[in-house]
């Protein structure tokens, strides 16, 4: 049986939809069910480093997926105060990594085949992504069994989630099948009309896609980032850590249901 982990990926081509609040929170869940657990950052704007106060050392966190020395990653990740919770940060310098790599055949696979060398160190991975398409999110995308889309419920984020389907399509092509695709409604406002009919939307043009679960608009999940602390243990924002808990259930049924699906 294969111990490579499972690995998901949160992406979405908008920005601001709650990508890393959601890895932190669903990796924060993980590791209290005491899953070993990796997040890893790919976003040049590194926030989900910041969030977890992790910073880079000299190979420079997940830039060194893409150094010569396949190895030397390894030795970027970080602690964070969570237990069963580690984390490969990010630099700003991923920002290069198009350019420099762009055209450089198998820098799409990179953190795949990063996964692949691990053996059995953790059971899980969690890869946030920039808002951006480009070799880190490829690297994400060809390395996760499952994708999730948090999508914030205003109409602006609807679009974001029409490139992003685009993408999974056509790197669906180019990898013979891609993963599960999950959208998730985030920052929902019942009090607002927007909210509300955007939600209606979801509903009824990602029908297949669309998880129940819906993470509410709740102020705490600031407070709980600023505190570097994931929502689950921050006291005030219960209604979103009860909304993430329900998502990750869903999602691993999902999962279970797959591989019963593989095996038979
Ligand atoms: N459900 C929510 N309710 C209220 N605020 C939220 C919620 N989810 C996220 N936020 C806040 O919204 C802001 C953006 O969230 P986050 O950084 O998770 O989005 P993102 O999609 O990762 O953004 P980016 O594309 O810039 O990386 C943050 O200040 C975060 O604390
Ligand atoms: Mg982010």
Redesign the pocket.
């Given at each position: 049986m294969s111990n490579l982990p499972h690995t998901w990926a949160i992406a979405?081509q908008?920005?601001?939809?709650?990508?890393?609040?959601?890895a932190v929170a669903l990796g924060g869940l993980l590791a209290r069910q005491g899953e070993r657990t990796l997040l890893v950052d790919m976003?040049p704007?590194a926030?989900m480093s910041a969030y977890l106060q992790c910073e880079a050392g000299p190979a420079g966190g997940s830039w060194a997926l893409f150094a010569k020395d396949r190895q030397v990653w390894q030795t970027e990740v970080c602690q964070t105060a969570i237990e069963h919770l580690e984390l490969l940060p990010a630099v700003s310098a991923l920002a290069t990594v198009d350019r420099q790599f762009g055209s450089v055949p198998g820098m799409g696979r990179r953190l795949a085949e990063a996964l692949q060398s691990l053996g059995g160190r953790y059971q899980r991975v969690i890869v946030?992504c920039?808002?951006t398409l480009g070799v880190p999110m490829v690297n994400a995308l060809a390395a996760c069994e499952r994708v999730v889309s948090?999508t914030q419920t205003e109409f602006m984020a609807l679009r974001g989630l029409q490139h992003m389907q685009a993408t999974l399509a056509k790197i669906s092509h180019s990898l013979g099948g891609i993963s599960a695709w999950h959208v998730v409604a985030?920052?929902y406002d019942p009090r607002t009309h927007a909210s509300t009919v955007c939600l209606q939307t979801l509903r009824e043009q990602y029908a297949e896609h669309l998880a129940n679960s819906v993470?509410?608009?709740?102020?705490q999940?600031?407070e709980a980032?600023h505190a570097g602390v994931p929502p689950h243990a921050w006291p005030g924002a219960r209604r979103?850590a009860r909304a993430y808990d329900n998502l990750l259930d869903e999602l691993l049924a999902a999962e279970t249901q797959s591989q019963s699906e593989g095996a038979a």
């Amino acid at each position: 049986m294969s111990n490579l982990p499972h690995t998901w990926a949160i992406a979405n081509q908008k920005g601001g939809v709650g990508k890393t609040t959601t890895a932190v929170a669903l990796g924060g869940l993980l590791a209290r069910q005491g899953e070993r657990t990796l997040l890893v950052d790919m976003d040049p704007h590194a926030s989900m480093s910041a969030y977890l106060q992790c910073e880079a050392g000299p190979a420079g966190g997940s830039w060194a997926l893409f150094a010569k020395d396949r190895q030397v990653w390894q030795t970027e990740v970080c602690q964070t105060a969570i237990e069963h919770l580690e984390l490969l940060p990010a630099v700003s310098a991923l920002a290069t990594v198009d350019r420099q790599f762009g055209s450089v055949p198998g820098m799409g696979r990179r953190l795949a085949e990063a996964l692949q060398s691990l053996g059995g160190r953790y059971q899980r991975v969690i890869v946030d992504c920039p808002p951006t398409l480009g070799v880190p999110m490829v690297n994400a995308l060809a390395a996760c069994e499952r994708v999730v889309s948090p999508t914030q419920t205003e109409f602006m984020a609807l679009r974001g989630l029409q490139h992003m389907q685009a993408t999974l399509a056509k790197i669906s092509h180019s990898l013979g099948g891609i993963s599960a695709w999950h959208v998730v409604a985030t920052l929902y406002d019942p009090r607002t009309h927007a909210s509300t009919v955007c939600l209606q939307t979801l509903r009824e043009q990602y029908a297949e896609h669309l998880a129940n679960s819906v993470i509410p608009m709740d102020t705490q999940l600031r407070e709980a980032s600023h505190a570097g602390v994931p929502p689950h243990a921050w006291p005030g924002a219960r209604r979103a850590a009860r909304a993430y808990d329900n998502l990750l259930d869903e999602l691993l049924a999902a999962e279970t249901q797959s591989q019963s699906e593989g095996a038979a």
